[in-house]
């Protein structure tokens, strides 16, 4: 926010801003209503966690158009502990979440949430979103179930299916004309806020013709007309340490979500975000959502693409779409209220089928076969297990096939250089020809790639091939992009060797990070280090 008034604010920018601002607003309130209907607790949280972490996420976050709020994603993780801990827990999992949030931050670990593997956050966005879908059809087709829901994906499924005969239709039929009208509404005019219009035309409809479909005020009661009261929820170190697994998958979904919000939204606009301040303000955001009783936020894509598009020029926007989400409720709170239940879930089954991105899925599984082993292997879990071990095991997986990856790019063969190439130290290389150098019993051999624990077993077998009847040779390590302990270890070894064998060994090429890991290994204690291969060849001679 800083930044931008710095940069000069006027009226202009501002009536952009209040422009863009309603428009999120607009979109923000029924799916904010919808996920925390889903979520398993009262509606008023969603919108406590829209107007307190909306307006703090853009005012302290460190992307210009992010929109912070309740995010369809967190449906499955609030609603399970809200289940296991109650609402209470599920607000000191969100404090908790924000405190990590804002340690992650200060510390500077934003790079590293970046790190998660693209076939990961799609397998995981892609199972969220099954989940969504099947959580909803209760909902969708106003089932009444015997006894509670279960918690379980198949267990829900299997309860819903057995349900089907109580099905109403009446629910049914405002649910799916709310899901045709949003479709009619993006394809026809993408510029109307659809969903809005939808859940407003589904709710006229109910009232008029007196449909016996359940709404929000039929089954929480009127919304109050402001913020819930200041208020910490009890905290105890068992309570805390009860829901503290909640809280960090809380955090990791948080993160996740949120960069990836803001590198979309640096995508539309040219711009790039500032990840730790992005975290730090995601972590206030938490923290003052869960003292007003909102749930958990996040940047979420779908609002901040919005903002976006409807010509956002800063922060601004995003904290007055809170401001707009405050007003909406004060003045307007008995309307929203009358919004139908089936239309909501229809609200949701459309934003699920958007998570779902079916073209990156399509090119996952036209690349390599880790990548799509890393994809099934996530989506599964998130399914069937859990969100956290769901990215720890698909993480591992990706791990494991960018490690063989890099170790078969690994090689070790003659070096033939060209006239006057630069290498990695600065100094120039002239032309070198193996068969001179091998008159002298001189050869020179270039390694190649990332020199590391998966490689060093490689390493050293191929280093011990090119020791017999050699007099002196040359390592050349120009185009190791790499090295680890693992791997310098290993050619200190082979040094090791050759000075039993009597064979000098010279390194050229080497750059100064790899001539350090080197040098820490006591790989250049016993051998020459040279810049250039024609230097190595003069001296070694």
């Excluded at 309603?22 to 607790?41: E, Q």
């Excluded at 934003?351 to 996952?364: F, G, K, P, T």
Aim: overall charge neutral; hydrophobic content about 55%.
């Amino acid at each position: 926010l800083l930044t931008v008034l710095r940069e000069g604010y006027g009226v202009r920018e501002l009536q952009r801003d209040a422009i863009a601002g309603l428009t999120v607003a607009i979109v923000a309130l029924p799916l904010s209503l919808a996920i925390a209907i889903a979520s398993g607790v009262a509606p008023e949280r969603g919108l406590a966690g829209a107007i307190i972490g909306g307006f703090l996420v853009s005012a302290l976050g460190g992307s210009r158009f992010q929109i912070g709020g309740p995010a369809g994603a967190f449906i499955v993780l609030v609603s399970a502990t809200a289940a296991e801990h109650g609402v209470d827990g599920m607000l000191i999992a969100t404090f908790l979440a924000g405190i990590m949030l804002l340690a992650a931050g200060l510390l500077r670990l934003g790079g590293y949430v970046r790190l998660v593997p693209y076939p990961v956050t799609i397998g995981f966005t892609a199972g969220i979103a099954v989940i969504i879908m099947i959580s909803q059809i209760k909902e969708l087709f106003g089932l009444t179930l015997e006894g509670a829901e279960p918690g379980p994906i198949l267990d829900k499924l299997i309860a819903d299916v057995a349900a089907l005969e109580t099905a109403n239709l009446y629910a049914a039929g405002v649910a799916l004309s709310t899901i045709a009208l949003i479709i009619v509404l993006r394809r026809l005019r993408p510029q109307f806020p659809g969903v809005l219009v939808a859940v407003s035309v589904a709710a006229a409809a109910v009232a008029i013709f007196d449909l016996p479909a359940d709404t929000i005020g039929t089954r929480f009661g009127e919304l109050p007309r402001g913020l819930p009261p200041l208020a910490m929820p009890t905290l105890t170190a068992e309570k805390a340490i009860a829901v503290l697994p909640n809280a960090f998958a809380f955090f990791l979904l948080g993160a996740i979500e949120s960069l990836l919000s803001a590198t979309v939204g640096d995508a539309m606009t040219g711009r790039r975000h500032r990840s730790n301040c992005e975290l730090a303000a995601q972590g206030f955001a938490n923290m003052a959502s869960s003292l007003f009783g909102g749930m958990v936020v996040t940047g979420t894509i779908a609002r901040t693409a919005t903002n976006i598009r409807a010509g956002a020029h800063g922060p601004v926007a995003g904290m007055l779409h809170a401001v707009y989400l405050l007003v909406f409720v004060i003045a307007a709170a008995p309307l929203a209220a009358m919004a139908p239940l089936a239309a909501l879930s229809g609200v949701l089954v459309v934003v699920a089928w958007n998570m779902i991105e079916r073209h990156a899925i399509a090119s996952l599984f036209r690349s390599s076969a880790e990548d799509v082993v890393a994809f099934a292997a996530t989506f599964f879990l998130t399914v069937f297990r859990d969100l956290t071990e769901a990215i720890a095991v698909g993480t591992a997986i990706a791990a494991i096939a960018f490690i063989r990856r890099m170790s078969s790019s690994f090689s070790v063969g003659d070096a033939i250089m060209p006239d006057d190439i630069p290498d990695s130290s600065g100094a120039e290389r002239t032309a070198y020809r193996p068969e001179d150098a091998q008159t002298d019993h001189v050869a020179v051999y270039r390694l190649t790639g990332a020199v590391f624990f998966a490689s060093a077993t490689s390493l050293s077998l191929a280093l011990d091939r090119v020791l017999a009847g050699q007099k002196a040779l040359v390592l050349d390590l120009s185009e190791v992009s790499l090295i680890d302990s693992t791997g310098a270890q290993a050619i200190a070894g082979f040094i090791r060797d050759a000075e039993k064998r009597n064979v000098r060994v010279g390194v050229a090429g080497a750059s100064e990070e790899i001539l350090k890991t080197l040098a820490a290994s006591g790989a250049t204690a016993k051998t020459r280090v040279f810049d250039s291969i024609q230097e190595a060849l003069d001296n070694l001679r």
